[in-house]
Structure formats: structure tokens, C-alpha cells
């Protein structure tokens, strides 16, 4: 018979391989909801999973999705491992790209080489003034971020709505709720020739290394680690609740920034009602698959940009709602909190004279 | 006098899904367990509800099976907090999340499809009063029900064994364990009547409301929910006056824009959004008013055998 027994420290190999089992868990479940559904599953999974990254165009898709994806999820593991529970990323990066469109609009269509630059910290700042909302409130007024970053979703929107259909409406656009689009300078110009992919792809990859070196080198990063890990200990040492907060929630405010207006100065290039299929929400999930660590995000990134791109082709090729993203999505990090169970737990073998040693099924299956 | 009757009708059912939610989450956090997957519930509430609804032809079995499919999913948080320990904010987000992919990977299909609306019940002699009949007793099953619960839950939580119980565990876990109180199987049986709750406050959108079926249909109600035990400080009786509130800042924005108040309409519409965060600094900003209040263990897992 087997049992679950505490781990005297926490597994370093399982806190790796757990996402691998998460990942596994989630493509079985896929393979017999295709069954369910009466599709074949090999060719539904050859959708999914494989034809979306057959040409060198779909790679560039991958990237292009990958960008918001990474640069939210870098932000939110910095403000996850610190104990900060941002989960509005999805209105910093609606926010950025109010702010950085709004640089862009008011450029024209003029080729000035400042346009860009200015357009990029304009969502840079934009995301980091939404963010600064939710640490003000919690660090002056103790206001759970939880539910106040969220709000601010709703709120963000909101703004984008009313700009898109209002003062920033397109006057040539026949009513479509759409600004202008931005002039070539106000455009991110292909990185790679035949694909969609932007530089942010680069910024982005060179966040998570910023951040990796923040979070592992310097001073600052080890104070909000510790404050996650040990808060008393952290307490104890005299490290700023406040300023990790700050710092948290600032850094990923940039990032989602960055990743707004990433968005529609590169693939987009309007303002819009709808930016974001929900990229700041799956960031959370990508996160933790990437184990909150700057490099494991990029992992997580590809995986869920994948997951995008799937959603898409199946429903193209095979007519399942793209919604079938967001079931994946919900799946993948239940089986992936459930998984890491066995960081702090093992199963161990237990001989007792009654039980054989023969019904591995149930512990395992009940973890998995 | 009489123009107010019907914006007060309006924010008695704009508050009422709020109600349901907020106190089956007064409840579960009440025994020590935060699950932040409300929103999730309710859209899977709202989905299943109108669902069975439509295939059965009854509002009965409609909000029956939007409480069942609450459960169901309330029951995948219990097992992953409660036996897998698993971080709650962390699992909550993830119902959250799931509910949202899930409601509308089902309800793919049923999008802009009409449904009955659950009619409002006419009693006898109350309702035909002037002013008072139509303001108290021109509602449907699904309004006095919530005032039933609040009841139910007030009685449950100050008055009834089990309910101190639960209030026991919710500040101590282990020391509830140790006397030999049921912890594990107590926080459970709270989940899923969350679960159940705010099902049903998803079916109440997609049968009553609106009523039909709409992707992300809850539009946040169910963070506005949770923001609601904490504006209530964890008593029921706050919790629905905070309800009604927001019902009635929900209902503003209809009536200002039928007053033709030049604000433009998304303005209006971010009044609920801004409001809780409003409310939220309010009773927060006092320290003092959370740690008096909060259940001491809300968030933190316990299990008996570690």
C-alpha cells in the first residue's frame, strides 16, 4: 500500500518535473475530451499542437503571442514570489497601450524617429501609473490587491471602450469603435521578413534575463524573496513590506505596459475595443508553470502561446470553439497545483499485514 | 415617490445574485477557506442553469442543476485545498479561470438562444396593495428565497451548534482538531454550499436577469461578491446591506442615463468597479476593523495528519 509522507525539504527535482507532469496530464485529458467529442484524437492533437508551428510563419505566431505572455508573466512571478498577488495584469497591459496609442495618435502620421521610443515608455509608464493605484492602496490603506488590481480590469476597459468610441474614434473608420491606424513610424516593423513577430519578442526575452539577474543578484530581489518566502523572517531583518510591494507591483505594471503597447503598435496597429484575449489572465498561468523563475516563464509562455494558436486552428479545422483555449488554460494549472503536491510529498510503501503491496492506483490517481 | 418604486425594484434584483454569492462565501470563509473561484462558479452556474432550463422547460430544474454544477466545481477546490493543501489563492484563481473556459466551451452553442424568464409570483391581496405591493411583493421565487437564506445563514452562523462549530474552525483549526471537532469534512460541507450559492447566483443571471446566456456573462460580480464579505466584515447581515448598495449603484447608471445625465455610458458603467475598490479602502484602511473581524485562519491550510 502506498502512502503519502512529508518530504524533510522540499523535492528541487519534483518542483521541475511537476509542470512536465501537469503538461502530460492536460494532453490526456485533451486526447479524451477529442474522443468525447467524436473527433479523432491523432488529428486533433496534429491541430492542436503541431500544424500551428509547421511553417516558419506559425513560429513567428508562437513568438508574437509569446511577447505579452512573458512579459506579463515575468512581472507577476517577480510580484508572486514576493507574496503580492497582482492578477490585473490584463488592465496594466490595457493601460500601456492607452497610454503608448495615445503617443501614437497624437504623432500621426508623422516618421519621426522619437515616435517609437516615446511610444514605448508612454505604455512603459502607462501600466506602471495603473499599478501604482493597487500599491498605493494596499501600502497606505492596507487594501487587499487582490480584488483592487482586478477592478482595475474592469475599469481599464472600460476607458478603452469609451476612447475607442469617443474622442479617439476613427472619423473615416464607418463607426467602427477603432481609432486610426498608426503611421509606418508608429508601427513595429517585422523582426523576421514573412512572419508577424516584433521586436518585443526581443524585449521581452531580455526582461526575463533583467529580471532573472534582479531577482537572483541583487539586494532588492533577494529582500522580496525572503518576504515571500519567510515574511516574519523578513520582518524580522528589517526588509520594507512597502517598498517590496512597490517594487512588485511597478516592475510588472512596466512589463505589462511594454506588453500592451507591444500589442497594438505591432500586431494590431489601432486602438481597439478588444486588445487582449485574456493574455494578462493566462500570464498568472504561466508564472507558475515557469515555477515563478524568469527563464521557467519563457517555457511557460511558449507553452500557453501554443495553447492559443491550437485553439485557433481547431476551430478552423475542426469547428471546436476557440474557447477550448481557456479550458486547457483552467486545466493545466489544476494539474499543475496538484502535481506539486509531491514537492513537500512523496509516496512511500507501506507494509501492513492486511494490504498487499498492489493498489498503486488510488493514492496517485487521487494526486494526479 | 412613485418614479423611485422602480429603480428600487430593479436594485432589489440587480442585488440578489449578489447575495446569494456573497453569503455562501460569508460561510466558507468563516470556516477558514478563501476561494477566490467564485466568478468561475457563477458562470458555470449560469451556463449549467439556463441549460437545464432550456432543455427542461423549468425554472426549478434550471437552478437545481446550476447549484449541482456549483458543487461539482466547488468540489475540485475542496479536494485540491483541503486534501492536497494547495496554495487557496493560488486554486481559487485557477477555478476562476476554469469556470471561464469551461462555461463557455459548453455554452459555444447556446449563445443568443431566448429562454422564459423566471416570472415575477403575484401573492394574492399583498401584491395588489398600492405602492407597498409593488414594491415588496412583485418579485420573483428566487428574491424572497435569498431573504430566506440570509436568515438560514444569520440563524446558522450565531445561533446553531454546527454553525459555531464552523466559526471554531474558521479561528483555529487545530485546536477545533484537537477537541475533535470534524475540520476537514466542516470546511467541505462550507464549500459546497458556496459552490451551490453561487451557482445558483449564475443562474439567477442567465434565467432571470438578462435572461439568456452570454460568454463572461458575470462581468466581475463575483469578485464584487467576495469584496462584499469583507465590506460586511463577515456578518451576514452587512454583507446583504452591502448588497443592496451595490444594486443600487449597479441600477444608477440605467436611471442616469434615462435622465439623460451627460456622462458618457462606460463612465457609468465603472461606477460598481470603482465603488468596491471605494468601499474596500474604507473598511480596510483601519487595521484594527480586519483583524477583529477576519477569521484568524482564512487562507491557511490545515490538515489533521501533518
Request: proline share 5%; charged share 10%; net charge neutral.
Amino acid at each position: 500500500m502506498l502512502r503519502l509522507e512529508r518530504r524533510p525539504t522540499p523535492s528541487t527535482v519534483m518542483s521541475y518535473v511537476s509542470p512536465l507532469i501537469a503538461a502530460a496530464c492536460m494532453l490526456v485529458t485533451g486526447f479524451l475530451l477529442f474522443s468525447a467529442l467524436g473527433k479523432d484524437p491523432v488529428e486533433a492533437f496534429y491541430l492542436f499542437f503541431v500544424k500551428p508551428v509547421s511553417t516558419s510563419y506559425g513560429i513567428g505566431e508562437l513568438l508574437l503571442k509569446t511577447t505579452p505572455l512573458l512579459l506579463c508573466g515575468v512581472g507577476l512571478a517577480l510580484g508572486f514570489r514576493a507574496n503580492v498577488w497582482n492578477i490585473g495584469a490584463e488592465g496594466q497591459l490595457t493601460m500601456g497601450a492607452i497610454a503608448g496609442g495615445g503617443v501614437a495618435l497624437w504623432f500621426g502620421d508623422s516618421d519621426s524617429s522619437l515616435a517609437m521610443p516615446l511610444m514605448l515608455l508612454a505604455g512603459i509608464l502607462g501600466g506602471m501609473a495603473w499599478a501604482a493605484i493597487p500599491a498605493f492602496l494596499r501600502t497606505r490603506f492596507n487594501t487587499n490587491e487582490i480584488l483592487v488590481t482586478l477592478m482595475l480590469v474592469y475599469i481599464s476597459q472600460l476607458v478603452l471602450s469609451w476612447l475607442v468610441h469617443g474622442p479617439w474614434r476613427d472619423p473615416e473608420g464607418q463607426n467602427y469603435p477603432q481609432s486610426q491606424g498608426f503611421g509606418d513610424a508608429e508601427t513595429m516593423a517585422a523582426l523576421i521578413s514573412g512572419t508577424r513577430v516584433t521586436w518585443g519578442i526581443v524585449y521581452a526575452l531580455g526582461l526575463a534575463l533583467v529580471a532573472w539577474i534582479f531577482s537572483q543578484k541583487t539586494f532588492a530581489g533577494f529582500r522580496m524573496q525572503v518576504a515571500g518566502l519567510a515574511p516574519a523572517a523578513a520582518a524580522y531583518a528589517g526588509f520594507s513590506e512597502r517598498r517590496n510591494i512597490w517594487i512588485a507591483l511597478l516592475l510588472c505594471g512596466a512589463a505589462a505596459g511594454l506588453a500592451g503597447i507591444c500589442e497594438v503598435a505591432g500586431p494590431i496597429g489601432r486602438l481597439q475595443q478588444q486588445i487582449s484575449p485574456g493574455y494578462g489572465f493566462a500570464a498568472i498561468i504561466v508564472a507558475w508553470i515557469g515555477r515563478l523563475h524568469p527563464i521557467g516563464v519563457i517555457f511557460g509562455a511558449l507553452l500557453m502561446s501554443l495553447l492559443y494558436l491550437g485553439g485557433e486552428s481547431a476551430q478552423m479545422g475542426m469547428g471546436l470553439p476557440s474557447a477550448i483555449t481557456g479550458l486547457f488554460q483552467g486545466l493545466l494549472l489544476f494539474y499543475l497545483l496538484a502535481a506539486d503536491l509531491f514537492i513537500n510529498f512523496r509516496l512511500k510503501r507501506v507494509e501492513t499485514a492486511a494490504a498487499k503491496p498492489a493498489a498503486p492506483a488510488a493514492p496517485a490517481e487521487a494526486a494526479a | 415617490m412613485i418614479a423611485l418604486v422602480p429603480m428600487i425594484a430593479s436594485t432589489v434584483v440587480a442585488a440578489t445574485p449578489l447575495i446569494y454569492a456573497a453569503l455562501g462565501e460569508t460561510v466558507v470563509e468563516r470556516s477558514g477557506v478563501l476561494n477566490l473561484g467564485i466568478e468561475g462558479m457563477m458562470l458555470i452556474g449560469a451556463v449549467a442553469g439556463f441549460a437545464a432550463a432550456r432543455a427542461s422547460g423549468s425554472d426549478s430544474v434550471g437552478f437545481a442543476a446550476a447549484a449541482a454544477a456549483g458543487v461539482a466545481l466547488s468540489l475540485i477546490f475542496g479536494f485540491l485545498t483541503l486534501n492536497l493543501q494547495t496554495n487557496q489563492v493560488a486554486t481559487g484563481l485557477a477555478l476562476t479561470l476554469f469556470g471561464v473556459g469551461l462555461s463557455a466551451f459548453v455554452g459555444h452553442n447556446l449563445a443568443g438562444m431566448p429562454v422564459e424568464r423566471l416570472e415575477a409570483i403575484t401573492i394574492p391581496g399583498l401584491s395588489a396593495i398600492p405602492l407597498l405591493g409593488d414594491l415588496l411583493f412583485h418579485y420573483d421565487i428566487m428574491v424572497y428565497l435569498s431573504v430566506a437564506l440570509f436568515v438560514g445563514v444569520h440563524w446558522f452562523l450565531t445561533k446553531s451548534r454546527t454553525g459555531l462549530t464552523l466559526r471554531a474552525i474558521g479561528e483555529s483549526p487545530g485546536v477545533a482538531h484537537a477537541i475533535g471537532k470534524p475540520v476537514l469534512a466542516t470546511r467541505y460541507l462550507a464549500v459546497m454550499f458556496g459552490g451551490a450559492t453561487a451557482g445558483i447566483a449564475g443562474a439567477y443571471l442567465s434565467l432571470v436577469q438578462t435572461p439568456m446566456w452570454v460568454e463572461g456573462m458575470s462581468a466581475g460580480k463575483g469578485w464584487i461578491a467576495l469584496a462584499l464579505v469583507v465590506f460586511g466584515t463577515w456578518k451576514p447581515a452587512r454583507v446583504v446591506v452591502g448588497a443592496y448598495l451595490f444594486g443600487g449603484v449597479t441600477q444608477f447608471q440605467l436611471f442616469a442615463q434615462g435622465f439623460g445625465l451627460p456622462v458618457p455610458t462606460e463612465f457609468l458603467s465603472m461606477l460598481p468597479y470603482a465603488a468596491t475598490i471605494v468601499v474596500l479602502v474604507i473598511i480596510c484602511r483601519d487595521p484594527k476593523t480586519i483583524l477583529l473581524n477576519q477569521p484568524a485562519s482564512l487562507g491557511h491550510s490545515f490538515h489533521p495528519t501533518t
